[in-house]
């Protein structure tokens, strides 16, 4: 019952908070080289656009506009694209695909670039199935891009490093030493740092939309709170319909520790943790039986003590209400460890139990990344797997978080 509760609020959440994806201050340049100011629904791509969603005002309509009909857009002091028609290195850069060819392979194609550093040299990406490209222009260099090639010989898998002599001949100042650039990594880091150096020299730095990127963070988090519980016992053994025994609800406090890393992805959506969780139940249920011949039969009294750690490994999915609040889904696996624990029947009859594993699925509020509220829910049998009982137990938490540790903050 606790986890069709838990899936319809999610369901619940999902289709409330869906729409509330921010529409930023922005704008969009068409073919005709108008500025259009807007509000743009600012999604921090996983690949590089080909089209986004719009308004003109917060009550107007959403509308889309591609590609072909924009030349520039983009979220004031966040982002900036550029249409550009480039030459483009198809070459694989999966391992087994890789070709034995040096030269790049290269193809005329019309992307959505996004700007990372804009002075008198810019720095450009485009990402698509997880492959970066980077891609430079200067005053006198149109947009190019930064040739870095993975490919193969008899005995091993070598790199085409080009990108350091198209920066070593366009975009080297000079205080920057020949051996810097051929030891420059081919990664956004180093390359952004490269270009802000370059144009710091000429006074030229404009805009640095690379420190505006989604970055990922880890944080410890201390959680208290109460498991709302129910149980029963499920006897087969009269019938292949069970008896049903119900255990008493209780309310039993529970502690945990999560380790969680927020990804870098999507605004920072999504996130992954850890959790090891200490629980604790006891009850007890009585089991009536029907008359004997006009007899009445003396009932059997069930008890469980059942105490247990929970390791946890979920994902998460955030939905930002402002700067400082938000909510979140998640939903994690979970192996259930015994400590100690009694099932029996009158004190003579025993169950024993054993490692379970099952899902569950939570909901919470988040504030300032430091407070937050969570309500949890799962459901699973503690015991062993008997032919003729089950003891399912389901469990609804709500459970109070602190974090004692951000490395956003450091």
């Not at 963070?217 to 292949?240: E, H, M, P």
Request: overall charge positive.
């Amino acid at each position: 019952m606790s986890k069709k509760i838990i899936v319809t609020l999610l369901l619940l959440f999902n289709l409330n908070f869906y729409s509330q994806i921010n529409f930023e201050k922005g704008y969009y340049v068409n073919n005709s080289n108008i500025k259009i100011e807007c509000l743009i629904k600012n999604e921090d791509w996983n690949n590089s656009p080909t089209e986004f969603n719009y308004k003109l005002s917060e009550n107007d309509i959403t509308q889309t506009a591609d590609i072909k009909n924009v030349k520039e857009f983009g979220v004031i002091g966040d982002f900036k694209y550029i249409r550009e028609t480039v030459k483009y290195d198809i070459s694989e850069s999966v391992i087994d695909r890789l070709s034995s060819k040096y030269e790049p392979v290269f193809l005329v194609k019309t992307f959505f670039l996004k700007a990372l550093i804009e002075g008198k040299a810019n720095l450009y990406c485009h990402i698509s199935n997880n492959q970066y490209k980077y891609f430079y222009s200067t005053d006198t260099i149109p947009v190019e891009e930064l040739v870095h090639k993975k490919y193969l010989t008899e005995d091993n898998i070598r790199e085409n490093n080009s990108f350091q002599n198209q920066i070593l001949t366009n975009v080297k100042c000079e205080t920057t030493l020949i051996n810097e650039i051929l030891k420059l990594d081919f990664d956004e880091k180093n390359l952004a740092k490269h270009f802000i150096k370059y144009n710091e020299f000429h006074k030229s730095l404009l805009v640095n939309y690379s420190k505006n990127l989604s970055k990922g963070y880890y944080k410890f988090i201390l959680k208290a709170g109460v498991n709302f519980t129910s149980g029963r016992i499920d006897s087969y053994l009269n019938s292949s319909t069970p008896d049903k025994v119900p255990f008493k609800n209780k309310n039993n406090p529970v502690y945990g520790l999560e380790f969680e890393y927020v990804l870098p992805i999507n605004k920072n959506k999504w996130g992954v943790f850890f959790e090891s969780s200490y629980q604790k139940y006891e009850s007890e249920g009585v089991q009536y039986y029907p008359p004997y011949y006009g007899v009445s039969v003396t009932p059997d009294t069930w008890t469980i003590k059942y105490e247990s750690i929970a390791l946890s490994l979920g994902t998460k999915y955030y939905m930002y209400l402002n700067k400082n609040s938000k909510f979140f889904l998640n939903v994690a696996f979970n192996t259930i460890t015994v400590l100690d624990s009694e099932i029996n029947k009158n004190n003579y009859f025993n169950l024993e139990t054993d490692l379970r594993y099952m899902f569950s699925y939570g909901l919470g509020y988040t504030y300032k990344d430091r407070l937050a509220i969570e309500m949890k829910a799962g459901a699973y049998n503690v015991a062993k797997d008997y032919y003729y009982y089950k003891v399912p137990l389901s469990t609804v938490s709500l459970r109070l978080g602190y974090t004692i540790f951000n490395s956003k903050n450091k």
